[in-house]
């Protein structure tokens, strides 16, 4: 009620979202969706919202609405369901999305909202209700998506950190009776009570061991299925010793008990590898890739959706009916635009461009099914089965680990043959405990994921982590031209205030029928001349690949195919009746940033080449603007692939394929994501070389970052060897140096991240 | 000190007794959202007199 005692004159924010209302419109709200659903809102006696809103802190932006019909048609065979909502942004949204049973008593029972997941769970009174509380929702301003069965990798992880909390708290509290035990055994109690308090450790400690840490078996069973040294061997061999070792002493009375380490041991490691497996799922999951590309269809298989003009395709599908246009270029990189007959595929993420006539298309493949949903998957696949195994594994710690254990079992065997077998024992479970590189082991992969968070946030997609990795021993950068340092996309050099009015129409009434690159950008140059014209309606219109326009209306008109002159730019020439009126030169021009960006790049000690097919001139031309002294021109693809070995390319997914998959490392910056997730390693989403920066600033920072993990944990185990093989360190300070060094380790890692962010 | 072995298994039972209520609030998913029950305390609800003022 507030709000509305402010003139109308003042408010230039949108009542309903906050964001500026465009000047042409009158009134309130920025948009008609606005406008809607806060009249919805007021009506429904709903006004707190906004009070809530005025008052509360807004974590995230809230965002005009975009109101199209959608038509939902979920079916559900439960009652208890989640929506994923997009447009979830403070707590005013949980206050409105929480009186939902209030305002639909008859269809939901009860819902709550996880704020930072912005996934609403609730329980429905009537299965068929669904749509109607999904659309009650899409009034409020929210959009919502069903969270089925099939993508329920969220539920998984829930199911798993569960599970993972229950073990660590099982195994706390054990522990913590143990070390009370303990107390009165250290304290030297005898007789009975020894007995007690030995025999209530021992029982304790069974279910530590056998349930709680049954994660330590699973893994080193899994280890040895895959033939790799397990890195949890070590510390599973540790743990049994000191369990077998100390029920023997028991059952002899020589009270030799390690059940307090054993324990103690099971709860740091199983609590440090917890928070780990939380610090790495927060940094994973708001990143979803897929959830850059969600889907907002909700029509289902077999539906005929007719396409909108120059919106996203949200589905897989077989055109029935109609012909049109389709941007093509997320997958295969190609810019000119595909013509769609019946019978042809289209593509969730490609863009329907034109038609003259409607075309629909049945839909045959929805949401994570689609063909781009089912790449990303594939990179996402492909991204953690690269760092887990490959970088770990391979490494020095499997090494380590084989050393670790032969020394123990040596040692354990000369002190056995001294026979000082409890000595012997209490030096080796340390030993097996302090050395145990899981610190390491886990915090490689932590770094890369970090790394590529942060990448992805600014807009790289990593394909190969490992590239990361071999950057830094890479000093020769070579750049692709056309589309990586210029614009891949074509500048019309013409003076169109020089020709007539009526010439000027007919150019722009040409150009406006075709899709070829250099009519665009003629129509470009129109609007950036800001000439306006009107549009002839051509009795002949025609447009002959590869040579040129024709149009007829009293007089011939042509706009004739560009040819390449002697200056390396191509130019083509618009005639009235066979006579030239104007010739339009077309070029590429230079990327704003690229100037800039190759300088840092030279500062940062790198040598810069570019590599291109085209002609000399050009080349040169561009190479000079730019401050680049090495430069490769008429070079086919065998050639530059030859060239570029050991080096790092950066160029087109498509063109340059053949080269990117030759590099050491591969950047692709345009082409189309499929074929660029084939041939290169690493994708950028955004066009041109500005984020090449980021990427080798982050690749140095890994170097160090893992530089500076390997040598904290190597000094930290050597140290903590020698004092625990001379005998100088309890088991039991071992189990609890071992977790707080690897913490430390994961610690310095983040620290350095959150640094530079 | 024979007090001690009626301490020890009242101090277990105690224990599992926690242990248990941690078990149950574990599986009834309390550690999941430690976000937005902190946000929903604060809304104030409405007493039926304030709500028919607002109508």
Known sequence: ?757 | MDIIWFLVPAALMLGLGFLGVFIWAAKSGQFEDLETPAVRMLFDEKTSEEKENVK
């Open chain 1, 1 to 757: 009620m507030k709000l509305s005692n402010r003139s109308p004159v003042a408010v230039v924010i949108c009542k309903h979202c906050n964001s500026l209302i465009p000047s042409e419109r009158k009134g309130e709200f920025c948009c008609n969706g606005c406008e809607s659903v806060y009249g919805i809102l007021m009506n429904a006696g709903l006004s707190e919202y906004y009070q809530l809103k005025e008052d509360g802190v807004c974590f995230k932006a809230p965002k005009p609405i975009q109101h199209q019909a959608l038509r939902f048609e979920y079916v559900t065979p439960v009652f208890k369901n989640k929506f994923y909502l997009e447009g979830v942004h403070c707590s005013a949204c949980l206050w409105l999305l929480e009186k939902l049973p209030q305002m639909m008593p008859e269809s939901v029972k009860t819902c709550s909202l996880n704020l930072n997941t912005s996934v609403l769970s609730f329980e429905l009174l009537d299965l068929s209700h669904i749509n109607q509380v999904a659309q009650r929702i899409f009034d409020w301003g929210y959009t919502p998506h069903l969270i089925s069965d099939s993508d329920q990798v969220d539920l998984k992880i829930e199911k798993e950190n569960r599970k993972r909390l229950l073990d660590l708290g099982i195994a706390g509290a054990i522990t913590s009776n143990v070390m009370l035990m303990s107390i009165p055994l250290y304290s030297g109690v005898k007789g009975n009570f020894q007995t007690l308090f030995e025999v209530l450790s021992f029982v304790l400690a069974i279910p530590s061991l056998f349930y709680s840490g049954r994660v330590f078996f699973k893994n080193v069973y899994s280890g040895i299925k895959t033939k790799t040294f397990p890195i949890d061997g070590p510390i599973l061999l540790a743990l049994l010793v000191a369990f077998f070792f100390s029920t023997y002493s028991l059952v002899v009375g020589t009270h030799q008990l390690y059940f307090d380490s054993l324990t103690a041991l099971i709860f740091l490691l199983l609590a440090s590898r917890y928070y780990l497996a939380r610090l790495r799922q927060s940094s994973q999951m708001n990143l979803g890739i897929l959830d850059f590309f969600q889907s907002k269809f909700t029509g289902k298989i077999g539906d005929l959706e007719k396409l909108k003009i120059d919106e996203k395709i949200q589905f897989d599908g077989i055109v029935r009916k109609g012909e049109g246009w389709c941007d093509y270029s997320q997958f295969t990189g190609e810019s000119d635009p595909v013509r769609l007959h019946a019978g042809d595929p289209v593509y969730a993420g490609t863009v329907f461009l034109d038609a003259s006539q409607d075309v629909w298309v049945e839909v045959q493949k929805i949401g994570n099914q689609t063909r781009l949903a089912q790449l990303l998957q594939k990179v996402s696949e492909i991204q953690s089965k690269r760092t887990v195994t490959e970088l770990v594994s391979d490494q020095w710690s499997q090494r380590l680990l084989i050393l670790v254990t032969s020394i123990a079992v040596v040692s354990l065997a000369y002190f056995l043959y001294l026979g000082k077998v409890a000595d012997g024992i209490s030096r080796i479970l340390a030993l097996l405990i302090v050395t145990c590189p899981c610190a390491l082991a886990l915090a490689t992969p932590l770094v890369f994921t970090l790394a590529m968070k942060s990448l992805l946030k600014k807009g790289l997609l990593i394909k190969d982590p490992s590239s990361l990795d071999r950057l830094p021993d890479v000093e020769d950068i070579y750049f692709d031209k056309t589309g990586t340092l210029t614009e891949g996309r074509l500048q019309a050099e013409v003076n169109l205030s020089q020709i007539s009015t009526i010439d000027q129409s007919a150019l722009y009434s040409l150009v406006r029928l075709s899709r070829h690159p250099a009519s665009r950008a003629i129509e470009r140059a129109f609007a950036e001349q800001k000439i306006l014209t009107k549009v002839i309606p051509w009795k002949f219109f025609e447009e002959k690949m590869g040579v040129g326009l024709f149009a007829n209306q009293g007089d011939d008109y042509s706009l004739s195919r560009a040819l390449i002159t002697k200056s390396g730019y191509t130019e083509s020439s618009f005639s009235k009746n066979g006579i030239e009126i104007c010739s339009v030169i077309l070029r590429d021009q230079t990327r704003s940033e690229s100037k800039r960006i190759i300088k840092e790049l030279m500062d940062r000690g790198f040598e810069v080449h570019i590599l291109s097919g085209d002609h000399e001139k050009p080349v040169q031309s561009l190479a000079s603007e730019l401050g680049i002294n090495h430069y490769y021109f008429l070079k086919n693809p065998e050639e530059k692939a030859k060239i570029v070995q050991g080096s790092i390319m950066i160029g087109d997914g498509v063109n340059d394929s053949l080269a990117l998959s030759e590099s050491k490392v591969s950047i692709a910056v345009q082409g189309g994501m499929e074929a660029a997730i084939q041939s290169a390693q690493v994708y950028s989403l955004k066009p041109g070389i500005s984020l090449i920066l980021p990427f080798v600033d982050t690749a140095r920072l890994v170097r160090k970052t893992l530089r500076q993990n390997f040598m904290m944990s190597t000094s930290y185990n050597l140290i903590g060897a020698i004092l625990s093989l001379s005998g100088h360190m309890n088991p039991l300070i071992a189990a609890v140096l071992m977790p707080a060094s690897a913490l430390t380790v994961f610690w310095a890692s983040m620290i350095r991240f959150k640094e530079r962010s």
